[in-house]
């Protein structure tokens, strides 16, 4: 993927026309390679029918900085950087049995259970080091040029680092029919870490009643348990930017970093090692199927998730806002914090934390018509959602940030989206054509309209519209094993709504960058699929 950052006008000190004399538009690059190997066996052993099966799968970007330029370096700056690169991958092997039954005169009941391993890897590889280095080239005596490569620095040495983690896993099932219209399922599931995500026992019930031909109603309870992911733990990325950090007149090298919970930094800053959330979901609905070909599904729900792992407001010894003393700033004490720690006062940071609860609550819609004709058949489908998610509690701040007064862990923007900042509704259209080798598919979605939150001025909210995005696909099957696609995604080039005017020298910034379907408008593409 490609992503063409803002220009850099050729008037900007940090722009060396030198190198750039009609400006520049740093250009990132990640060149991603997916690849996943399957194997397995199944067979049936005394009427039991059992499946043994293994999976390897790596995930691997590289990212490049190109028409770029580390200012600091001077006019004999590189234009090309490595950034660095970030490793994924994940050996599972499982084992899942199962057996039917049917019993004499309490229907027919289905015994499953299974075993799981899976080994997981995460690595950050450093970039290039002109990609981070902050050189001493002045253009102004007094005045350091940005360090790093500009839109995309590198990954530093201190940011490179690898986790690994095994997971063991168990589960027991039992679903049972008493009767035709009857169906009970209750399930348990074991999982054990050895890491800090440490181990949880999770279990779900639901059923199923179908009272005519036409109509049945469902429910569910269950118990959730979702570890928190090895990049979550172990990322680190650092930009940088030269500031007075003590005031005396001289610049410092200021390090914002995005903080490993395990780091030195993030620990000084209070942060703990990284727990499961867990959760807890309520379901009930109801299926109607009252013709042939018309199926229409209600569903409503209510989802509570403890212990949300979400990244907390940004520690920078350049806040000049008085600290709980009332006399040195909360800057200075977060100095006193890393000098007290043995780290530099030079970093500003940020960290992942499980620290909030949630309850969302919404309901699902979803319809499907499908009609044969003599020029192909049609798949209908129209789907609503409408959901609230609620903040139940945070946690309090850490310790080891008394001295800073009474900051917030969490700021409103980021409470905000996780409640306000997200669509309360959707709705999506579509239809489906399948006609001898040939298909397309036609899908519209309107997403509602929400609330951007300000970090710490509620006058600065917006209201975002309510916005329409429609994609496309066409498909021809060369043979019964090899098909072509050409479509678009949101096909009619739609932008969120604009915020504020174009930046006045690059034109930035005047885009809201939570809406749903991005602020780079529509895309088109090629693709095969070969199956076999």
Partial sequence: SVLNWSFRDPKNVASLPEVYPNGFRPRLTIKEDDYEIAAGFRGETAGWAWDVSSNYGTDITDWENSNGLNASLGPASPTFFEVGRLISSEWVNALDVTKGYELESAGDLQVSFGLQHRLEKYEVEEGDEASWAAGDYERVPGTPLPPGAQATPGFRPDDAGELERTNLSAYGELGWAPTEALFLDVALRYEDFDDAAGDQLIYKVNGRYEVSDWLAFRASYNTGFRAPTLAQQGYSSTTSQFRDLDGDGENELLLLKNLPVDSAAAQALGSKPLTPETSKNASFGFTLTPLS???????????????????TTTFSPADTRLSADGVTTIGQQIQAILVANGL??????????????????GIDIVATYRLGTDFGDFAFNAGYNKNETEIRSIVDNPPELVALGDIELFDRSKQGSLTDSIPDSKITLG?????????ANIRGTRFGEY??????????????????????ELGYALTDAFS?????????????????????????NMYNTFAPFGFTGGNWYVRGAYKW
């Fill in 451 to 472: 609330t951007v939150l300000n970090a710490t001025n509620p006058s600065a909210d917006y209201d975002v519209d309510p916005a329409w995005i429609a994609d496309i």
């Fill in 293 to 311: 070909n018309l199926s229409v599904t209600v569903d409503a729900y209510q989802i509570d998730v403890d212990d949300r792992i979400a990244v």
């Fill in 484 to 508: 072509i696609f050409a479509g678009a995604n949101n096909v009619f080039n739609e932008y969120p709504q604009e915020i504020n005017p174009p930046g006045a020298t690059n034109g930035s």
């Fill in 431 to 439: 239809v489906g054509w399948d006609y001898e080798k040939f298909s």
């Fill in 344 to 361: 530099s006062s030079e970093i500003s940071g940020q960290y992942y934390t499980n620290a909030i609860d949630t309850r969302t609550k």
